[in-house]
C-alpha cells in the first residue's frame, strides 16, 4: 500500500484528496486543523506550513500540497505584503515540503508530487494579480522540478478554475453569483472538489507514469475556449 502525504487535507480538495486515497493508500496529513475523517489508514500532524517545522516522516510514495489563496484586489489596494504572503502559502510552503520530504520521497515506489496552481495563470484576470503571480510561480517550479527530478520522481500542477471549497465561498456567496461564475463557464458548470480530487489521485497513481512537468487546466472551458 502506498503512502501519500497530504499538506492541507482538512477541508476543500485535500479532504476530498484524502477521501479518495484512504480506500487503498496510507494518508499521512498536514494542516492546522485535522480532517473530520476518522480511518486506521489516516495520520494527522498539526503543523502550519509557513511557521512550524514539519514533522518527520520515515516513507512516503506521494506529496500533495494543497495550501493557497484568493487574493482579489486592484492593484491600487495589494500591498507589497500582499504578493510576499501570498508567495509565502503558494510557492515556499510547496518549496519547504518538497525540500523536507524530498529524500524520503526518492526511496518511494515510483514517486509522485502534485501540486496546484488556478486558471488565473494563464487567464488574464482583473484583480488576480498577486495569485497569478504566485501560482506562475508555482508553474515554473513543476517545470523546472520536472526536469531535475527524472526520472526518479514526477511532478505536475493542476490549475483549476472555481471549485466550490470554502477558498472560493466568496465568489459562490449567493444564488446571483453562483449563476454568474456557471454562465461565465463554456461548459456551463464550476468545479467540485470531488473532480479535481479524482485528477490528483490519477497524476498520483502509476496510471500516469509518463506524464510529469505538465500544468493540468481544469477550466471548465473558460481559458480553452471563445464561444
Ligand atoms: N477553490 C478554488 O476555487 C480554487 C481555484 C483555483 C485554484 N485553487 C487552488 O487549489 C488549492 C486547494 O484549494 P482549496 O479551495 O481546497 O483551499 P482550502 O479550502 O482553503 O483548503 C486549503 C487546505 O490547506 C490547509 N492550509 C492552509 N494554510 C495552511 C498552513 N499555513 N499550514 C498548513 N495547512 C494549511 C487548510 O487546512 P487548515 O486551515 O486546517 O490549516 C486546508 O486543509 C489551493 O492551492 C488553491 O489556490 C483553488
Known sequence: ?????????SKGIGKAIVTNLLAHCNVINISRNAPDISHDNLTHHHCDVTKDELPE?????????????????????????????DFEINVLGAVKV????????KNGTKPSIVLFSTVAA?????YHASVAVSKSGVEGL??????ELAPTLRI???????????????LLRNEKMIDNITERHPLKKFLSPKEVADMAEFLLSDS?????????????GIVSFKI
Open 208 to 220: 500516469c507514469a509518463s506524464i510529469s512537468g505538465q500544468i493540468f487546466e481544469m477550466d471548465c
Open 122 to 126: 494563464k487567464l488574464g484576470m482583473p
Open 98 to 105: 518538497i525540500q523536507k520530504y524530498l529524500p524520503i520521497l
Open 156 to 170: 505536475n500542477t493542476i490549475a483549476p478554475t472555481v471549485t466550490d471549497t470554502e477558498l472560493a465561498s466568496k
Open 57 to 85: 516522516i520515515e516513507a512516503a510514495d506521494g506529496l500533495v500540497y494543497c495550501p493557497g489563496s484568493i487574493n482579489l484586489k486592484p492593484i491600487s489596494r495589494l500591498s507589497i505584503d500582499d504578493f510576499k504572503d
Open 142 to 147: 513543476v517545470k523546472s522540478l520536472g526536469a
Open 1 to 9: 500500500m502506498k503512502t501519500i502525504i497530504i499538506v492541507g487535507g
